[in-house]
């Protein structure tokens, strides 16, 4: 029998997450995902500083639901895919925030530049599937600014300003299943 101040292993099942952004584009904003990544919690809801956090996104997987848009993105002007393939974000500590809240502070690094930087996220539950597997879901959100991680192609609108903004909403909503 598990308790609930025991340290659990969980892997991120990721047809049940998602990771998703948001950027100003011209007036509006658009939104994307990334469809393939994955990770691994380790969790210890009494004593969150035991916690960790090891998340893998694989960069050509992003879909803007426009084609053309989403092999510039992969290009050299932004993730350069065939260079960095990979973001990722490893912990460096969590804290409690208070009630089902956590700061998850960790490195992030996109086009191999790292920035530390800090998820806030809510601890949605714990419950156990149909087939007996025990699950843990959160949600996080975090804004960062794009050009810290060097992708700094814009383009100048006549008008005045640029056609893609600098802020990035960063949106996870995480579904992961204890490890056997």
Do not use: C
Request: glycine letters at 8%.
């Amino acid at each position: 029998m598990t308790t609930a101040t025991a340290v659990r292993t969980f892997a991120i099942d990721k047809t049940h997450s998602e990771a998703t952004f948001q950027v100003r584009h011209l007036i509006t904003k658009v939104r994307g995902r990334f469809a393939d990544f994955a990770g691994t919690i380790t969790f210890n809801e009494a004593q969150p500083a035991q916690s960790s956090v090891s998340f893998t996104i694989q960069a050509a997987s992003i879909d803007t639901s426009t084609p053309d848009r989403d092999a510039h993105l992969r290009s050299d002007d932004f993730f350069a895919v065939e260079t960095y393939p990979t973001i990722t974000f490893e912990s460096t500590g969590i804290t409690a925030a208070g009630g089902n809240d956590y700061q998850v502070a960790g490195n992030l690094t996109m086009r191999g530049v790292t920035k530390a930087i800090t998820i806030p996220v809510t601890l949605l539950g714990t419950a156990v599937d149909p087939w007996g597997n025990q699950k843990l879901a959160f949600e996080g959100e975090v804004t960062i600014n794009r050009k810290d991680y060097g992708l700094n192609w814009n383009a100048a609108l006549e008008a005045g300003g640029f056609l893609v903004g600098d802020d990035v909403k960063i949106s996870l909503s995480i579904q992961a299943a204890a490890a056997k």
